[in-house]
């Protein structure tokens, strides 16, 4: 059974950086695309980013791009997600996502991780 | 960027009938459409991909239609743990954008 644990949220100031984990077991990690979608309070989904499985390729979100790196070791079995430069429009529910490959529907999530920035 | 746009936002519907969600992209996304259900504080769970494949475990009451630009979700005989709020997504292009979502709700 494919199992994903996120893990890392918190409450941190504005302008600083945390760094968002997740455990994946039940599947073959690395030939697996991951990806990070948020949900802020009472709203909709918002994909952020996306890693192949090799690691090769990444996507992200305008809102994200230069201030967030999605990474993984397949060695561990982990995806991680390090966001600097925080913003309050950054709080949100973190959800991990696998896929079958890039450009695929999500086939499974983790519980989430709550990040809030507030001062 | 494709916009998603779902409608209704909320949908009222007793159990045992039928419910129909629609999804409409602002250009054409192909087949590459999926939807997923979320119940209060839970993850979302995927039910269809590909605009009309169920996912594995979901029940045959759930269908897809649809492709291009217009898309239905038909759930044709509500039970109650189907309360609850649906989203589309497409994955044709770069950024990946989900709709709005539908609640279903209790009538």
């Known amino acids: 059974e494919v199992y994903l644990l996120e893990s890392g949220g918190g409450l941190v100031r504005p302008g600083g950086s945390l760094r968002l984990s997740c455990a994946a077991s039940g599947f073959t990690f690395s030939d697996s695309a991951m990806s990070w979608v948020r949900q802020a309070p009472g709203k909709g989904l918002e994909w952020v980013s996306t890693?192949?499985?090799?690691?090769?390729?990444?996507y992200y979100a305008d809102s994200v791009k230069g201030r967030f790196t999605i990474s993984r070791d397949n060695a561990r079995n982990t995806l991680s997600l390090h966001m600097n430069s925080l913003r309050a429009e950054d709080t949100a529910v973190y959800f991990c996502a696998k896929s079958d490959d890039i450009l695929t529907s999500f086939v499974a999530w983790g519980q989430g991780s709550l990040v809030i920035v507030s001062s | 960027e494709i916009v998603m746009t779902q409608s209704p936002a909320t949908l009222s519907v007793s159990p045992g009938e039928r419910a129909t969600l629609s999804c409409r992209a602002s250009q054409s996304v192909s087949s590459n459409l999926a939807w997923y259900q979320q119940k209060p504080g839970q993850a979302p769970r995927l039910l269809i991909y590909g605009a009309y494949s169920r996912a594995t475990g979901i029940p045959g009451r759930f269908s897809g239609s649809g492709s291009g630009t217009d898309f239905t979700l038909t759930i044709s005989s509500l039970q109650s743990e189907d309360f609850a709020v649906y989203y589309c997504?497409?994955?044709?292009?770069?950024?990946?954008?989900f709709g709005g979502g539908t609640k279903v709700e209790i009538k």
């Open positions: 997504q497409q994955y044709n292009n770069w950024p990946l954008t």
């Open positions: 890693l192949s499985g090799g690691g090769s390729f990444t």
